[in-house]
């Protein structure tokens, strides 16, 4: 692999070894005794486990296929294990010392993990004149998104809302400039290029390695926020350590992103920012700004895909 690949493989191997410590350290008391998480510790070892392979082999469709149920099976497991229906922050997210993980943010993530299934599933069988349908598919899930809870990441920096540590407040500021950047060219923009527009480079995107990094970065940004939380809850590691797992984790998983967006020609920055412009002209319609953009790039297929 490249050196940048090189570099960023060490990134997450070196994240995933100084967390492995941890749970190594304790993991009795994390997966095999308690009174609570009977479903949601084995569910947790095994995504914990998936997570870690993806740093060392390269991975296909069954490994892609399992991550994605894995993640939607270990989020509704939480919602249903713990007793935190009635659990409530200062804010949302779980980067404060004091804050625990609410009912509310598991089944909003559940949302995202269907998301993450559906995408990599569409980018694994693109083909033929299925590719629109496809892109709708992996759009599909906003249709639904009122149903489910929307916990805000501007709660948790905005004045009077927002965390006490303004390390914290930085973070989530930075937390939230991530999903716009993910939702409007890595998952919008990358699904309308890759599957309509389709240029020929994209034939062999889900095992790429840019692709690999950036998709090993979003599945595991997408669980360890709440897994080191729990250690710091269960005093297995400072609120010290856990910030900086943190930021190695936003830092690994952002250059991963940048790397992908800069070596694939999957994503087009046309689509993607006129997606990101949708979002704030015409708000809470993902599914109709996504399949308008659809059109628009299946009637400018030719030129899109030079």
């Known amino acids: 692999c490249s050196p940048h690949d090189a570099a960023l493989l060490a990134l997450f191997r070196g994240f995933f070894v100084v967390l492995g410590a941890v749970v190594v350290a304790h993991w009795r008391r994390l997966f095999v005794v308690g009174a609570f998480g009977r479903r949601h510790r084995p569910a947790g070892l095994l995504h914990l486990a998936l997570l870690v392979r993806g740093c060392f082999e ?27 229906a009635d659990a409530r922050n200062r804010a949302s997210g779980t980067l404060d010392e004091s804050a625990v993980v609410t009912r509310s943010e ?36 906003w249709l639904v998104r009122r149903r489910f809870p929307v916990n ?17 407040r930085l973070m989530y500021s930075v937390k939230k400039s991530q999903y716009l950047f993910y939702k409007h060219f890595l998952l919008h923009g990358l699904n309308l290029t890759a599957l309509v527009a389709r240029p020929r480079a994209c034939d062999a995107l889900p095992a790429s390695p840019p692709f690999r ?43 991963a992103a940048i790397a992908f967006l800069a070596a694939s020609p999957c994503v087009d920055l046309r689509l993607s920012l006129i997606s990101l412009a949708a979002n704030f002209l015409h708000r809470h319609h993902d599914f109709a700004n996504t399949a308008a953009l659809a059109l628009l790039a299946l009637l400018s297929r030719p030129h899109l895909s030079t």
Not at 114 to 121: A, E, F, K, R, W
Not at 152 to 168: H, I
């Open 213 to 255: 990094r950036y998709w090993l970065g979003l599945n595991a940004s997408y669980v360890m926020e709440f897994f080191l939380q729990t250690l710091v809850r269960r005093k297995f590691l400072s609120q010290t350590a856990m910030l900086a797992l943190q930021t190695v984790l936003m830092l690994a998983a952002s250059l």
């Open 152 to 168: 805000r990441f501007s709660d948790n920096y905005a004045v009077g809302t927002g965390s006490d540590s303004p390390v914290v």
């Open 58 to 84: 390269g991975c296909g469709l069954a490994y892609d296929a399992t991550l994605g149920v894995s993640g939607i099976v270990l989020t509704l497991t939480a919602a249903a294990d713990f007793p935190h």
């Open 106 to 141: 598991m089944i909003e993530h559940a949302f995202y993990q269907c998301l993450n299934l559906l995408q990599i599933l569409c980018l694994h069988f693109a083909g033929g004149t299925r590719r629109l349908g496809l892109a709708l598919l992996a759009a599909s899930p």
